[in-house]
């Protein structure tokens, strides 16, 4: 597997990372079944074997199980923390009571710290590589942020920093204040979710609002050496194999760019998994997508993108047919 640096962290990571979210099986508060825990160590087993040695996690993930039997799975590796890379998030809580209750987002100083920790117990580490805010919280202090990832830092408990779906501008916001790069922004990214590259191509055309052209994003993060992480990068299979909905309003576009999925699978001899992943990767800004899946046989052929070169014809194929309109 390549590796490529993660932003301005120096750490060199495979171009593809594992994201665990489903490791824990269920989101319910019920403890880690037998089966699920077997389920895990075969996925995670599968995705060290291909080559994968970044791995991704959040503090919400199946309400903490995903940690816990990640961490299990690191006990019965004796020596392996220190040959990968472990990263997690937080800023996301979910309420116990009462049933239905909606979600709150803090970056406050205190459940950040406290968040951070609860990540190292479960996970049974001492440190963690990386730790982004999970989603925008619209009561952030930012020097509460920098007074979080200070504490973390100081006490050896984070080497680096990141936020996961922000803005160029909500990122800009937390810079004024936090010293520490942001190394990394996790965002949704595929063939079918392309609005972060259609903000520049639909830029000064006639007849698109501001808010559907000019986010730059995508060219802040590169600009600031922000490595940008795609989850949901595969589209949830629907460029694979998958049925999607008869009432999915993407249903044109997702037939038409999993017919060419296909077609180039066939001519390159790999996996349609490895076409769609190979779509980002031959991106310049070096995004790093996210393997979400537990299935070892969808794992294995996610990781073969790392060997797919596409040309700049079948990369533009692919964002056109993906995004479901010519482009300008």
């Known amino acids: 597997m390549q590796t490529q640096t993660l932003g ?21 508060g019920k403890p880690l079944s037998g089966e699920s825990g077997k389920a895990a160590f075969a ?21 903490g199980k995903s940690e816990q039997v990640f961490g299990e799975w690191l006990k019965a590796h004796r020596g392996l923390r220190a040959k990968i890379h472990v990263q997690s998030k937080c800023g996301i809580r979910i309420p116990d009571e009462p049933p239905g209750a909606p979600l709150r987002y803090d970056f406050s100083r205190a459940y950040i710290i406290a968040s951070a920790e609860g990540c190292l117990k479960r996970l ?56 520490h790069p942001l190394v990394a922004n996790q965002v949704e990214m595929n063939l079918i979710h392309t609005e972060m590259f259609d903000a520049g191509i639909n830029w000064n055309l006639t007849g698109l609002s501001a808010s559907s052209a000019g ?15 795609a989850w949901a ?3 949830n299979g629907l460029l694979s194999g998958r049925e999607p909905r008869a009432d999915d ?41 996210l393997i979400g899946t537990r299935q070892p046989e969808r794992i294995r052929a996610a990781c073969q993108a790392d060997g797919v070169e596409l040309t700049r014809e ?14 300008p």
Not at 9 to 26: D, F, K, Q
Not at 172 to 178: F, S, W
């Open 8 to 28: 301005a962290s120096g750490l060199s990571v495979t171009r593809l990372a594992y994201g665990c979210m489903p490791l824990g099986g269920s989101w319910d």
């Open 43 to 63: 996925s995670l087993d599968t995705a060290l074997q291909a080559g994968l040695t970044f791995f991704d996690h959040a503090d919400i993930y199946c309400r």
């Open 124 to 179: 049974g580490i001492e440190y963690l590589d990386v730790l982004l805010l999970h989603r925008p919280d619209a009561l952030v202090e930012p020097e509460e942020v920098a007074q979080a990832f200070e504490e973390l830092h100081a006490a050896g408990k984070v080497r680096h920093f990141g936020v996961s779906n922000h803005s160029a501008a909500q990122m800009e916001l937390l810079r004024t204040c936090v010293t």
């Open 215 to 229: 986010d730059w994003t995508l060219e802040y993060c590169r600009r600031e050496k922000i490595t940008l992480q």
């Open 233 to 235: 990068p595969l589209a």
């Open 249 to 289: 309003p993407r249903l044109e576009r997702i037939k038409a760019a999993g017919a060419l999925v296909t077609k180039l699978a066939g001519e390159k001899g790999v996996p349609r998994e490895a076409i769609v992943l190979a779509w980002l990767l031959r991106h310049p800004a070096r995004i790093q997508p």
């Open 314 to 327: 079948e990369w533009y194929a692919l964002y056109q047919a993906g995004r479901g309109k010519k482009l």
